[in-house]
């Protein structure tokens, strides 16, 4: 053994740093977890494979540095080689592991199939610059020898391999670049140091061995960040391919060159070529793959995208573009298609009190039902909100006992985490007119639908053909009812309300009445509906109490002792400020406040009544009174009107028309009513006496104000002016303000009776006191008549 060179002892030192780094590299691993942490060990164990590989050749070649026999080098050469590529192609291998660097293992061979397309390329084109004829190193053109070809093999793979994740590795890239150039340094020292030793060249040897070290940190300090996120940056078939054809064209460029030049293509250069030729073959067979894969991906997707694009994500159900898919399709021979139209009967108030889960909740439960109860061929669909829909393989008949079933299994309780929930449905049945007439089977579901709501919900309706005729007519009402009011079609007329006995006309109730020139005589009861699912009862209700107050003031400017009623739809009492508009009116036109009479329907106490009462006091605190419209057909009790600020009771028509108990008797329920209202401090008006023998019993009764029929239907105002004109008399004197209602008098036992207001009304309970002061031998007549209803 010589003693060694200072180029030798340099690369020596240099090679014992690479231990560091090694160690860096192990440290990190452990720190790291999953597949992070496999790929730093990995890195870790290449790293220390080269640099135990490089440390032994180096210390081996100070024995041989004086060896006469060469063919000792090359051998011991070749060894290093071997076990610095392995330890190399661990370190790339560890690379395409890191985060980042490739999405999935077939991902990563394709990578390493990119990158040994380039090295081949580099492979041969470098084979054709160092060989005859070219020779472009000269004189220092190496000799050939094992180590150095293999080291170069796997330094253009690596070469190639960085270019590649350079291009393709997904973001932030910088960290596997970095790792990858590193790796790259790492290869050149493994061709480095092996070429060194078999050609006995200090210089290279040391060149290998400054070279491992700063690879190795260079690794080392990039895997500490590895762990960073990554984000995917596109698909693969979606990059640039571009680098394929690069490499094939710098070859055939090499290879003509090398053929005109005089020169041959021996087995260095064919085992290039081969191996670009097989690298591009896998590339493609991988890229094929791909493509097959990705295509079925994109079927699947498409085909989930179609489904969800047809199904109710709530439910489950089809939506209403899957039931419009399922009714295009063919129909199946000798069985009728027939759909079944679905509603939730107040689904509405579920979502305002309970809130939208609880709604959503009962939705799916919904859903389950009707899934649980289909037959094989059914579809169900959720049109929308709490509409649904269910197309069936039957006969309108089988379609009616399928919805009277289904309407019952909805109708049940539906629990959810904030109790139960109460619904009823109505369901309505439609027949196909036509095989694929899609559109006008769910019209006429929709229109039976429709029907079962207004005859009182919770029903099945079969679609029947003048409903065409009814929705036409509805149509031209709503059109023609917008431009009603600017065409001058409207018109109001008074129904006199007069003092009982003497028949004294003290009051009028303003009527709507509308006269169109095509449709003729429009009745009250069929476009007022209309005009409330419109939204135009807002517009008329304005336009009624503007007249109604505009003709009052001329009456009471002309001396006339009157007031006028003007009825008030819910919605128009559950408008915004609708109290100063009532107010900017009886400003506008100068009436005493209290001459205007807001009458509102009993059935608007089924509403909210806390809100219902605060609605009613803003009204009453403009001074005008409030009129109870219609009691005795709706769902309010007796009871109720300690609660209600309102100052007059309309006695329903229903219950003035009761058969009398005997001759000369009042009805019991009017005089039940007229007493109770009375006591507390109502003003009591019976509505719809159409007979003197009515007549005899509201007076009976001892109500003291009237109207209906026998004392004259709705008339111009000119017509009601004449009559007023007729019964005023000189000395006549104008009512005084209205006073305050008198406190309710000491609760006395009383006994509660359950009565019947007639066939098809609703039950009503009254509360009949005890106290003497109500017996029936009291002249209740005797009561003095507040003078704000205009008696004299």
């Not at 006469?68 to 060894?79: D, F, S």
């Not at 573009?321 to 199946?332: D, M, Q, S, T």
């Not at 431009?483 to 006995?501: G, K, N, T």
Request: glycine share 10%; with cysteine.
């Amino acid at each position: 053994m010589h003693s060694p060179s200072g180029v030798e002892l340099a690369g020596l030192a240099s090679l014992m740093v690479a231990v560091p780094a090694v160690a860096l590299l192990g440290n990190s691993g452990r720190r790291h977890t999953g597949a992070a942490r496999n790929a730093h060990l990995l890195l870790a164990a290449g790293g220390a494979t080269a640099t135990a590989a490089a440390l032994a050749g180096l210390i081996s070649a100070l024995f041989l540095a004086h060896d006469p026999m060469p063919h000792h080098r090359q051998t011991l050469g070749q060894a290093v080689a071997v076990a610095m590529a392995i330890g190399t192609f661990m370190l790339l291998v560890g690379t395409l592991m890191l985060p980042g660097a490739a999405e999935s293992r077939r991902a990563a061979l394709r990578h390493l199939l990119d990158g040994l397309i380039l090295a081949a390329a580099m492979w041969f084109v470098g084979w054709i610059l160092v060989t005859e004829p070219t020779r472009l190193l000269r004189g220092l053109t190496p000799m050939g020898c094992g180590s150095l070809l293999l080291g170069a093999g796997v330094a253009a793979v690596a070469i190639g391999l960085t270019a590649v994740l350079a291009m393709h590795a997904h973001r932030p890239r910088n960290v596997t670049v970095r790792v990858a150039a590193g790796v790259s340094l790492v290869a050149v020292t493994a061709t480095a140091l092996p070429a060194g030793i078999c050609q006995g060249s200090p210089v290279l040897v040391c060149l290998g061995a400054a070279l491992l070290p700063v690879g190795l940190f260079v690794v080392a300090r990039a895997v500490e960040s590895a762990d960073r996120p990554v984000t995917v940056s596109g698909d693969i078939i979606q990059r640039n391919t571009g680098y394929a054809f690069v490499p094939m064209a710098a070859m055939v460029i090499a290879g003509t060159y090398h053929l005109l030049a005089g020169g041959e293509f021996g087995g260095f250069g064919f085992i290039g070529a081969s191996v670009e030729g097989f690298a591009l073959v896998g590339r493609q067979y991988l890229a094929l793959g791909d493509v097959k894969s990705y295509t079925l991906q994109l079927r699947q997707r498409e085909a989930h995208f179609r489904e969800l694009a047809h199904t109710d994500p709530l439910t489950g159900l089809a939506n209403r573009r899957g039931l419009v898919r399922a009714l295009r399709e063919p129909a199946v021979r000798h069985r009728p298609r027939t759909l079944v139209g679905l509603d939730l009967d107040g689904f509405k108030n579920v979502n305002d009190m309970r809130g939208h889960d609880v709604g959503d909740a009962v939705l799916a439960e919904v859903g389950e039902r009707l899934r649980a109860n289909l037959r094989e061929g059914d579809v169900a669909a959720r049109l929308g909100g709490d509409e649904f829909a269910v197309l069936m393989w039957a006969t309108p008949e089988e379609a009616m006992t399928a919805g009277k079933r289904l309407l019952a299994v909805l109708c049940e309780p539906y629990e959810t985490e904030d109790g139960s929930v109460f619904l009823s449905a109505s369901v309505g049945v439609a027949g196909s007119p036509a095989p694929g007439d899609t559109g006008e089977l769910m019209r006429d579901a929709d229109l039976a639908l429709r029907y079962a709501k207004q005859r009182g919900k919770n029903r099945v309706e079969r679609y029947q053909k003048h409903y065409d005729e009814l929705l036409r007519r509805h149509s031209v009402l709503e059109n023609e009812l917008r431009h009603a009011i600017e065409r001058r079609q409207l018109r109001l007329v008074f129904q006199p309300v007069v003092a009982l006995p003497s028949v004294r006309p003290v009051g009028a109730e303003a009527l709507l009445r509308w006269h169109h020139p095509d449709l003729g005589a429009v009745r009250p009861d069929e476009f007022i509906p209309v005009a409330e699912e419109s939204g135009l009862i807002g517009m008329l209700g304005s336009w009624v109490l503007d007249q109604a107050c505009a003709q009052l003031a001329r009456w009471l400017a002309t001396g006339h002792d009157v007031w006028v009623s003007v009825n008030l739809s819910p919605k128009e009492l559950h408008a915004a400020d609708y109290a100063g508009q009532v107010a900017a009116v009886l400003e506008k036109y100068g009436v005493p406040p209290q001459r205007l009479v807001l009458e509102v329907t009993e059935h608007a106490v089924a509403t909210d009544m806390d809100e219902l009462i605060r609605r009613l006091v803003e009204l009453r605190s403009t001074g005008v009174r409030i009129a109870l419209d219609d009691f005795g057909a709706g769902y309010s009790s007796l009871g109720q009107l300690r609660n209600l600020p309102v100052d007059i009771l309309k006695i329903d028509h229903a219950l003035v028309a009761e058969p009398e108990s005997r001759t000369g008797t009042a009805a019991p329920l009017v005089d039940v009513v007229v007493r109770l209202g009375h006591r507390l401090g109502l003003e009591v008006l019976a509505e719809g006496i159409g007979t003197s023998a009515q007549r005899e019993i509201v007076e009976e009764a001892g109500c003291r104000l009237g109207q209906g029929s026998l004392f004259g239907w709705g008339v111009p105002a000119e017509h009601l002016e004449a009559q007023l004109r007729t019964v005023r008399t000189p000395g006549s004197r104008p009512a005084p303000q209205p006073r305050n209602r008198p406190a309710a008098a000491p609760s006395a036992p009383a006994r509660s009776q359950i009565v019947m207001l007639g066939p098809g009304m609703r039950q009503v309970r009254a509360v009949l006191p005890t106290d003497p002061a109500f017996s029936g031998d009291q002249d209740v007549r005797s009561v003095d008549a507040p003078r704000e209803m205009g008696q004299s």
